[in-house]
Structures are given as C-alpha cells and as structure tokens.
T-cell receptor
Framework: GENVEQHPSTLSVQEGDSAVIKCTYS??????FPWYKQELGKRPQLIID?????GEKKDQRIAVTLNKTAKHFSLHITETQPEDSAVYFC???????????FGTGTKLQVIP | DTEVTQTPKHLVMGMTNKKSLKCEQH?????MYWYKQKAKKPPELMFV???????INESVPSRFSPECPNSSLLNLHLHALQPEDSALYLC?????????????FGPGTRLTVT
C-alpha cells in the first residue's frame, strides 16, 4: 500500500519568514496530492492540492510543487502569519475509490 | 451547502454499550469515508462507501460496523469497544469514484470509551 513520509515533524518560524514542508510517497499510482491544515480540536481543511499532471500550483501565499519522478511534493508558505500556526498534513490519493493516505503531520508555529 | 455534519459531537460509552455515530452531507457526493484520528496523529482511513456500497474496509475490527442507508447518510455502529478505541472519528465525503478532488471533512465525534 501507499506510504507517505513527511518532514519536519515540527517547524518554528518568525512571522514574515517562509516555511517549507516536504513529503515523499511510494505508490506511483497516486494521482492527487492534497494538503490539509488542522487547527487544534477542529476538522482538517484543504488548503491547496495538486494533480499528477501538474508540476506546480500557487494560491496567494501558498504554493505546492510536485516531482513525480522522484515521488516528492512540497508545501511552501511565504510571509507567514500567526494564524498559519497549525498542524499540516500532506496526503497522497490513489485508486478509483480515492483512498487517502496521510503523512505524519508537521506542527507549524509562527512566532510573532 | 458545502458542509458535512456529524452527531453527536462528544460521546462517552462503556465497553458493553452499543452506540452509533451519524454523518450527513447534501452536496450530492457519492463517496463517503470514516476516519479515526488519535491525538497528534494523522487521520487513518477505516471505511469507504461508493454509491452506497462498501468499497474499502481497512481491516477494521468487527466491533465497528458501518452502514450507508442512502447517498446522504453514513452511520458507524459501535459495540463492545475498548478504551484504545477512544479517538476523534471523522466523516468525509467526495464526489465519487474516479472523481479526483477534495474530501470534505465533518467536525468529528470525540469518542471516549470507559
């Protein structure tokens, strides 16, 4: 089955700096890669996603890159703000039934 | 309406109890999911329903019994649970088979087994 590794597990940055979170996946059949933000006690919420036929996608301060050959994808957050503090999960999705395998999570702390 | 609702928000049950969790969506989604999330861990997939049929069972113990009465509703029946089953149970939905796109999560049910 699919295995998704995520690094780092914790990340502290100063407000205004950039944050980068990296993931690798094992199943070459995975074709969709969402990123979720989960605040304490709340549901995971999609912040950005990328499909396997695209190399990069950007939405305001957030960008995701995908290297299918290396099976790597990364989340980039620029100009970080305190409200970006949360746990971020990458995921890889495969199969017709859209089976989602999550990474282990990164706890991001943005220091004002 | 882009919301998935779950009831109850919190549930405390003894090991001999029978209870059910309920999930509902009105987005016309044809795939629905149950996840279990322990503290400081990612969600773990338990079950996937596609077009009201069970498509994936991730080797979940039989004390968890899913049910999909119609395309909008998903239940999880609980019986003879163990304390280690205490977790946040998340429901999610997405468009359906081979439809690549977002899974929408409900707020979850916080389950405590005593």
């Amino acid at each position: 089955g699919e295995n998704v590794e995520q690094h780092p597990s914790t990340l502290s940055v100063q407000e205004g700096d950039s944050a980068v979170i990296k993931c690798t996946y094992s199943d070459s059949a995975s074709n969709y890669f969402p990123w979720y933000k989960q605040e304490l006690g709340k549901r995971p919420q999609l912040i950005i996603d990328i499909r396997s036929n695209v190399g990069e996608k950007k939405d305001q301060r957030i960008a995701v890159t995908l290297n299918k050959t290396a099976k790597h994808f990364s989340l980039h957050i620029t100009e970080t703000q305190p409200e970006d503090s949360a746990v971020y999960f990458c995921a890889a999705v495969s199969g017709g039934y859209q089976k989602v395998t999550f990474g282990t999570g990164t706890k991001l702390q943005v220091i004002p | 309406d882009t919301e998935v609702t779950q009831t109850p928000k919190h549930l405390v049950m003894g090991m001999t109890n029978k209870k059910s969790l309920k999930c509902e969506q009105h987005m016309g989604h044809r795939a629905m999911y149950w996840y279990k999330q322990k503290a400081k861990k990612p969600p773990e997939l338990m079950f996937v329903y596609s077009y009201e049929k069970l498509s994936i069972n991730e080797s979940v113990p039989s004390r968890f019994s899913p049910e999909c009465p119609n395309s909008s509703l998903l239940n999880l029946h609980l019986h003879a649970l163990q304390p280690e089953d205490s977790a946040l149970y998340l429901c999610a939905s997405s468009q359906g088979f081979r439809a690549i796109g977002e899974q929408y999560f409900g707020p979850g049910t916080r389950l405590t087994v005593t």
